[in-house]
C-alpha cells in the first residue's frame, strides 16, 4: 500500500503545472526555440496535416514554408556574445528569512546591442531577473540591482548569469553564460530553546523489567543546582533552598550525559502537504532540530542527528561544529523511508548513554511498539510531535503513556514556549 502511494505522489508531482512549466523551460533552453517558435510549429504542423487531408496543396505548402521560416531564423540567432558578468552581494551561506542585496556587474569585450541580461532564480526564491539592454560598447560595464529574500530553508543554484539575444523574429534566441551558477544554502531559523537531557531514563538493571520503577535521574549526588522549569518538584532541597534564598535541586553525578541523539522524521507521507512540494510541518521539524542541536552544540555536547534512510550527520561537538550541523538540515529533503527503520537502528546500535530527541507528527502502532523497546533499554527520550491533524493528539498519548517526555508544537508556535510546556516520564509544568 505505501508503494502504491508513493509511485502515486511522484505521478502526481511530475503532472503539477510547476513541473511542466520547469519542463518546458529546460526544452526551451535546450532548443534556442521561444514559445512564438513553438506556436508557429505546432501551427505548421497543423496546417501540414489538414492541407494532406483535406485541404489540399496550398495548405501543405503554408505548413512547409512555417517549418522553413523556424530553421532561417535558428540560423539567423546570434551564436554567442562575447561579454563578462560578476556578482556581488552574494553570500554562501544564509538564514532563513535573510534578505540579500545582489549587485551584478557586466562588462563586453566589443559591442553588442539589443540583448536580454537574465539571472535565473528558484522559484522558491522568486522570479528570475530579466533587464532588456539596447546597446553595451566595447569595455563598458553595466550594473543592475536586485533583492533576493531567502523566505524558505534549502539549498539553491542562483544563476546561471546569461546574456539572451535572439533572431530579429523572435522564434528563436541563444544564450550566453556570462557567470557560472552560485551555490547557496539558506540555513534553517534557529530560536532560542530549552531542553534537560537524561543519559538513561531507567537506571539498574541495564535492562528493565516492565513494571520495575522509573528513576529519571541518577541515584549518585553530585551536587545542588538552581531550579529551572521541568525539573521534578521532589529533588528541591529546602533547606538549602531556604538558607540562599533560591530554589535549589539536587543533581545526580549519573543520569547527565554528553551524547544527544536527534531524530528527524522524515516520511513524506507522514508531514502535511501545502502545495508545490512544501511541508510545513516538515519545516517546523527542521527547524526544531536546528534550535536543539545549536543549543547543545553551544554547550559542548556531542550531537548526531539521523533521519529515516540514515545519518544526517556524523557525531558532532563544540559550538565550531555548528556550521557542519545547519548545512546538513539545509539539504535534508523528504523521502517515503518509515519511521520505524531509523528506531530500529537505534535499537540495534545497543548505546544507551545517549539523551533521544524524536521530532515526528505521527507515532503509528507498529512505531509505537518500536519505541517502547528502545525505552525498555533504559534510554531518555523526549518525542516533540508536531501537531498539524488529528493524528498529531493520538501521537502525544501514545507517547506520554510509553514513559516519554512529550511536547507538542502547533502551527505558528514558538518553539521555545512549546518545549518549555513538557509533560510525561514524571514532568508536568
Known amino acids: 500500500m505505501r508503494g502504491l502511494r508513493g509511485r502515486l505522489d511522484r505521478v502526481a508531482d511530475a503532472l503539477a503545472p510547476a513541473a511542466l512549466r520547469r519542463s518546458f523551460l529546460r526544452f526551451q533552453r535546450r532548443t534556442g526555440v521561444t514559445k512564438s517558435g513553438v506556436a508557429l510549429l505546432i501551427g505548421a504542423v497543423v496546417m501540414f496535416v489538414l492541407g494532406y487531408v483535406i485541404a489540399g496543396k496550398g495548405a501543405e505548402l503554408f505548413g512547409i514554408g512555417g517549418v522553413i521560416l523556424l530553421v532561417i531564423s535558428y540560423f539567423l540567432a546570434p551564436r554567442s556574445l562575447k561579454m563578462e558578468g560578476e556578482r556581488a552581494g552574494l553570500f554562501p551561506r544564509v538564514q532563513e528569512g535573510d534578505r540579500l542585496d545582489v549587485e551584478v556587474r557586466l562588462t563586453a569585450k566589443r559591442s553588442v546591442t539589443t540583448f536580454i541580461l537574465e539571472e535565473q532564480l528558484p522559484e522558491r526564491l522568486g522570479h528570475s531577473v530579466r533587464v532588456p539592454i539596447t546597446k553595451l560598447p566595447s569595455g563598458a560595464t553595466v550594473s543592475h540591482f536586485y533583492s533576493l529574500r531567502c523566505g524558505r530553508r534549502g539549498v539553491y543554484d542562483i544563476g546561471p548569469l546569461v546574456a539572451i539575444a535572439g533572431d530579429p523574429l523572435g522564434l528563436n534566441q541563444r544564450e550566453t553564460v556570462v557567470a557560472e551558477p552560485f551555490e547557496l544554502l539558506v540555513h534553517p531559523r534557529v530560536e532560542l530553546v530549552s531542553d534537560r537531557p537524561l543519559t538513561r531514563q531507567f537506571e539498574d538493571p541495564p535492562i528493565r523489567p516492565p513494571v520495575s520503577k522509573p528513576w529519571p535521574s541518577g541515584l549518585e549526588f553530585y551536587g545542588m543546582r538552581e531550579y529551572v522549569p521541568g525539573d521534578d518538584l521532589r529533588r528541591i532541597v529546602w533547606r538549602a533552598s531556604a538558607r540562599t534564598g533560591k530554589i535549589m535541586v539536587r543533581e545526580a553525578e549519573q543520569g547527565i550525559t554528553d551524547k544527544i541523539t536527534i531524530i528527524l522524521d522524515t516520511n513524506r507521507g507522514t508531514h502535511s502537504r501545502d502545495g508545490e512540494g512544501l511541508s510545513e510541518s516538515f519545516e517546523t521539524g527542521v527547524r526544531m532540530a536546528a534550535s536543539l542541536a545549536v543549543r547543545h552544540l553551544r554547550e559542548g555536547y556531542e550531537i548526531k542527528a539521523v533521519a529515516n534512510g540514515g545519518p544526517i550527520t556524523r557525531p558532532l561537538r563544540g559550538p565550531t561544529s555548528q556550521?557542519?550541523?545547519?548545512?546538513?538540515?539545509?539539504?535534508?529533503?523528504?523521502?517515503?523511508?518509515?519511521?520505524?527503520?531509523?528506531?530500529?537502528?537505534?535499537?540495534?546500535?545497543?548505546?544507551?548513554?545517549?539523551?533521544?530527541?524524536?521530532?515526528?507528527?505521527?507515532?503509528?502502532?507498529?512505531?509505537?511498539?518500536?519505541?517502547?523497546?528502545?525505552?525498555?533499554?533504559?534510554?531518555?527520550?523526549?518525542?516533540?510531535?508536531?501537531?498539524?491533524?488529528?493524528?498529531?493528539?493520538?501521537?502525544?498519548?501514545?507517547?506520554?503513556?510509553?514513559?516519554?517526555?512529550?511536547?507538542?508544537?502547533?502551527?505558528?508556535?514558538?518553539?521555545?514556549?512549546?518545549?518549555?510546556?513538557?509533560?510525561?516520564a514524571g514532568n508536568r509544568v
Open 323 to 424: 556550521l557542519l550541523m545547519l548545512d546538513a538540515l539545509a539539504r535534508i529533503d523528504l523521502d517515503r523511508e518509515p519511521l520505524g527503520k531509523a528506531i530500529m537502528r537505534l535499537l540495534s546500535s545497543g548505546q544507551r548513554d545517549a539523551h533521544n530527541i524524536l521530532i515526528t507528527p505521527r507515532l503509528g502502532p507498529q512505531e509505537a511498539a518500536q519505541l517502547k523497546l528502545l525505552i525498555n533499554t533504559g534510554v531518555s527520550i523526549l518525542v516533540v510531535a508536531l501537531m498539524w491533524d488529528e493524528d498529531a493528539a493520538h501521537t502525544l498519548g501514545t507517547a506520554a503513556s510509553l514513559g516519554c517526555q512529550v511536547v507538542g508544537v502547533h502551527p505558528g508556535q514558538d518553539l521555545s514556549t512549546a518545549l518549555y510546556q513538557d509533560l510525561g
